[in-house]
């Protein structure tokens, strides 16, 4: 396969030049190391279906491809300019950008048992992680290897630029690396070429990185212009011949994503490229793939309009020799169906702001003072879990809540277990997602039942704020680097958020709300609200408000909340399954009074679960229990 890949990169227009100048100094040293390296690496490049089974091809194929359309990109007179250093720059970096998708059967061991990044991914996918772990326990070794097959996939699709880097530096970065010139190695510049297709084409700005006049012997390197084409050039091998569709049919993929990749290269028919124009040909066989197809596309114009903007500041000597033409944009007006539908771009739109207005509004999600509820849940839950893991660590822990209401602001504020950046973008920013119930808690061995959830909840808050602020510090999980602390601005549902500077040395959240004008909130009422909505939570709240402090102290659990010698047993439910870990009596009260709502007015109902009442007149009909007698 070697010596296949040599002879086919030998006929493209970029090694043709290299060798042209070459002939004229009689020297051959950079395509002759050149040789050595696309043979050392095609090899491996046949590996990376090993671990990426459903991906497009990203063999030596695919490399030399890259060479092929880096030559047709390239306007001729550029590639008469370009010196044997950039030229070589530029076929190294075709074989190179993707090495990082190899790895061997121990790597992979490695990784998937040892490696923090892989951990992470594994978290970030729950149901998958519920999944692995459910077929281990079932030892279903069959379905947990086709999960773990899976995360690796994604693994190296993630970090295969990095790793590329990191290959290129083991590999070639000794002083006898052939990636040299004259004894003079520069490998580094590949390294910088290579790294920029996994970035987006603002970063190319960075001239101190990608350099636009670097000197290598005597010799000047556009580090930022070979970047450009090595991205232009890998992001256009489009055509059948990387998706072949006997290959489609031995691999038949199961991922949709792959199915999507294989299915929108297989819809193309034809592929016309020049140093002018970029012309594409399809006809799909589903809307899906058409659309796959023509969101690709958007993103080839993105990329092509973005490299010529940036081309378009060179000056002087770089702008008559690092030339890129392409002017025309890339159209959509080819691609076609094969008459069995019709393509439309039909689907539901939300506009985000009334949907917010729908669920926060009074009308759906109820009284706003709920909003309160959301807020002591999270601390409670946030307390709860740092007593836990301080218990287990053997380390005292005095559990602390407070509530403020002056000047127009609500302040929340615990010392629980804390947010830093990574919890908060990742669990606080995901609407419906909580921390608390993720398999990344789990994993820690603390052991709480949770009863808050970030997401609707928290966004519940402008119900009644027109704003509020975020101040976190987490518990370090490692002493010896702690995270640093939050401080968000949230101005509204619709904005980015505004993150400011923090010096917060405090474990724990702070959440302060800036109240609306018909806030329900006051002085006198504070107290009242709070017992009502945390009856037997095991925690008192400090209360402050701009008349006077006190502490709520709530009820402990099984404590009669009213007088109850008016009130008959109406009936009484009782749970004894061990298994699932459910013992104890609900018992259920009802008013002599035949006047009194049972569930929702009456004084003497309260469901709580988890310390915090169960609003029933929300739940219940408010005449389910109105007969009952004496």
């Given amino acids: 396969m070697s010596e296949d890949a040599i002879l086919r990169l030998k006929q493209t227009a970029l090694f043709e030049k290299l060798l042209e100048k070459e002939n004229s100094s009689g020297?051959?040293?950079?395509?002759?190391?050149?040789?050595?390296?696309?043979?050392?690496?095609?090899?491996?490049?046949?590996?990376?279906?090993?671990?990426?089974?459903?991906?497009?091809?990203?063999?030596?194929?695919?490399?030399?491809?890259?060479?092929?359309?880096?030559?047709?990109?390239?306007?001729?007179?550029?590639?008469?300019?370009?010196?044997?250093?950039?030229?070589?720059?530029?076929?190294?970096?075709?074989y190179l950008h993707d090495i990082g998708m190899t790895a061997s059967r121990e790597e992979r061991e490695e990784i998937i048992k040892n490696d923090p990044e892989f951990s992470k991914l594994l978290i970030s996918y729950e149901e998958l992680s519920l999944k692995l772990d459910e077929a281990k326990q079932n030892e279903d070794h069959r379905l947990a290897t086709f999960i773990e097959d899976k995360l690796f996939t994604e693994f190296l699709r993630r970090k295969h630029v990095e790793r590329s880097n990191k290959f290129i530096e083991v590999k070639y970065g000794s002083e006898r690396t052939p990636i040299s010139w004259k004894g003079i190695p520069y490998y580094k510049l590949v390294q910088s070429v290579c790294d920029s297709h996994g970035l987006p084409v603002r970063d190319l700005y960075d001239t101190k990185r990608w350099r636009r006049n670097f000197l290598l012997g005597s010799k000047?390197?556009?580090?930022?212009?070979?970047?450009?084409?090595?991205?232009?050039?890998?992001?256009?091998?489009?055509?059948?011949?990387?998706?072949?569709?006997?290959?489609?049919?031995?691999?038949?993929?199961?991922?949709?994503?792959?199915?999507?990749?294989?299915?929108?290269?297989?819809?193309?028919?034809?592929?016309?490229?020049?140093?002018?124009?970029?012309?594409?040909?399809?006809?799909?066989?589903?809307?899906?793939?058409?659309?796959?197809?023509?969101?690709?596309?958007?993103?080839?114009?993105?990329?092509?309009?973005?490299?010529?903007?940036?081309?378009?500041?060179?000056?002087?000597?770089?702008?008559?020799?690092?030339?890129?033409?392409?002017?025309?944009?890339v159209t959509k007006?080819?691609?076609?169906?094969?008459?069995?539908?019709?393509?439309?771009?039909?689907?539901?739109?939300?506009?985000?702001?009334?949907?917010?207005?729908?669920?926060?509004?009074?009308?759906?999600?109820?009284?706003?003072?709920?909003?309160l509820r959301e807020l002591l849940q999270n601390s409670v839950d946030a307390v709860r879990y740092r007593e836990a893991m301080e218990k287990n660590e053997g380390n005292p822990y005095v559990p602390f809540i407070k509530v403020t209401l002056k000047d127009e602001e609500l302040i929340i504020e615990d010392n629980g277990i804390g947010m830093d950046e990574y919890i908060f973008e990742n669990y606080f920013l995901q609407i419906g997602k909580s921390y608390y119930n993720s398999s990344e808690c789990r994993s820690r061995g603390i052991e709480i039942d949770p009863v808050s959830e970030?997401?609707?909840?928290?966004?519940?808050?402008?119900?009644?704020?027109?704003?509020?602020?975020?101040?976190?510090?987490?518990?370090?999980?490692?002493?010896?680097h702690p995270s640093e602390p939050i401080n968000v601005e949230i101005p509204t549902a619709y904005d980015y958020f505004v993150r400011r500077p923090s010096s917060r040395v405090e474990i724990g959240t702070k959440i302060t709300l800036s109240l609306k004008s018909n806030h329900p909130f006051s002085s006198i009422s504070l107290v009242e609200k709070i017992s009502e909505i945390a009856p037997f939570i095991e925690y008192p709240i400090v209360i402050e408000t701009s008349e006077k402090t006190e502490t709520y102290k709530p009820y402990l659990p099984g404590e009669k909340i009213h007088d109850v010698k008016d009130t008959k047993e109406y009936f009484e439910i009782v749970f004894n399954d061990k298994i699932k870990g459910i013992e104890g009596k609900l018992r259920i009260f009802g008013s002599i009074d035949n006047s009194n709502t049972i569930f929702g007015k009456s004084e003497y109902s309260v469901f709580a679960q988890n310390g915090f009442s169960i609003p029933c007149d929300k739940l219940l009909p408010e005449n389910l229990f109105y007969n009952i007698q004496a």
Avoid at 347 to 362: A, Q, S
Avoid at 469 to 477: D, N, Y
């Fill in 454 to 480: 970030f997401g609707i909840g928290i966004l519940s808050i402008f119900m009644v704020a027109s704003n509020f602020r975020v101040e976190s510090r987490r518990k370090p999980i490692d002493p010896l």
């Fill in 220 to 329: 000047r390197i556009n580090v930022q212009y070979l970047s450009i084409i090595l991205r232009l050039a890998d992001i256009l091998d489009l055509d059948p011949e990387r998706t072949p569709r006997c290959l489609l049919d031995f691999i038949n993929p199961k991922d949709e994503i792959s199915i999507k990749e294989w299915k929108k290269h297989l819809s193309i028919i034809g592929c016309e490229i020049s140093p002018q124009e970029i012309n594409i040909e399809a006809e799909c066989e589903h809307p899906i793939y058409e659309r796959a197809l023509r969101e690709f596309i958007d993103e080839i114009e993105t990329e092509r309009k973005e490299s010529v903007l940036l081309t378009s500041r060179y000056k002087d000597d770089l702008a008559e020799k690092y030339r890129l033409d392409l002017l025309k944009p």
């Fill in 27 to 94: 020297e051959h040293e950079v395509s002759e190391n050149i040789i050595l390296v696309v043979r050392e690496i095609a090899p491996l490049l046949e590996r990376i279906p090993e671990n990426m089974p459903e991906f497009t091809l990203h063999n030596a194929n695919h490399s030399v491809k890259v060479v092929e359309l880096m030559g047709k990109i390239i306007p001729s007179n550029t590639l008469k300019y370009l010196n044997i250093i950039e030229l070589s720059i530029l076929i190294y970096s075709a």
């Fill in 333 to 371: 007006e080819n691609i076609r169906s094969n008459e069995e539908y019709i393509y439309s771009d039909f689907h539901f739109k939300l506009d985000f702001h009334r949907v917010i207005d729908l669920l926060m509004g009074e009308r759906l999600y109820g009284d706003p003072t709920l909003t």
